[in-house]
């Protein structure tokens, strides 16, 4: 009998505006809040409503569509000087994940084909590109997924880090899309969920999405990978990306590295799974990547409960550079290529 997965709608078009699952909330609030202009999603992108690589993409597509509709009834060039400054906006709102700039280029580029048009047929024209982007997205992590199931033995044992899920993207996911697609191949597959500190993505995050889906899930704490992988209790990891450079290497939520490190030493597979558009040809190495750093309230407690002492220093980057020697296998909607390097992601943009 085939798998039916509950659908989680991570962004909703509604009545004119974009509506977006508040991860912040999870798992103890299921809210959508309404967003009708760039700003307030630029907003929703910083502050964490809506995170994850592809969801920022898509989110911010819808943004410029919402400020498209907001200004159609100004004068040509006011319309567009307005677009311009919601894209900068748009821009600025998290610096690491290049979905957001690769999403942001194509709505640019729309625009830009557009430059005859009345304002009102511009908006009607990005909306239906953001909604193209959207579902482009669903059907790219379904594609990944077929290809990264065929990776996964049966039965499987897979740690994942921070959520690469439905809720990181449109729909489907990436890390967790090819968990999903394993299990609806039949294929028994557990799931180790760590929590993913600060901000508890995978305690928050990972561990209700795959629990409304009756996939396996154990939640653990981030130190206790390293022991349960000595014990030989993890068969394989499978990890997201903010961002792949042109040689390979892996820009992903703090962590991801030290548990590549671990997964290296215990001759354990790792692996990525993100979309084409998450591979920055522009950046030569993971050194050239920005790391975005957020306030250091996000460490020192959560949920309102401090738990560091009132004053303490703190460091708060969010992401870390894996390097592209320690993943065994990059899956993409082309194919999965294994030891990615610089001429093997050359090769897979072409």
Known sequence: MKKIFNKINTLQWNNGALEMLDQRLLPSRVEYPRFESAAEVANGIRSMVVRGAPAIGCAAAYGMAL?????????????????ARADALLAASRPTAVNLFWALKRMRTRLDSLRGAQPPGIAGALLVEAHAITDEDVRLNQAMGQHGAALLHDPMRVLTHCNAGALATAGHGTALGVIRSAVAAGKRIAVYADETRPFLQGARLTAWELM????????????????LMRRGDIDAVIVGADRVAANGDVANKIGTYGVAVLARRHGIPFYVAAPLSTIDAGTACGDAIAIEERPAAEVTGHGGTQWAASGVGVRNPVFDITPAELVSALITERGVTRTPDGAKITALLR
């Open 67 to 83: 400020e498209a509709l907001r200004l159609q009834a100004q004068p040509h060039d006011a319309f567009f000087a307005g677009l």
């Open 212 to 227: 409304q889906d009756g996939i396996p899930v154990t939640l653990i704490a981030d130190s206790a990978a390293g022991l």
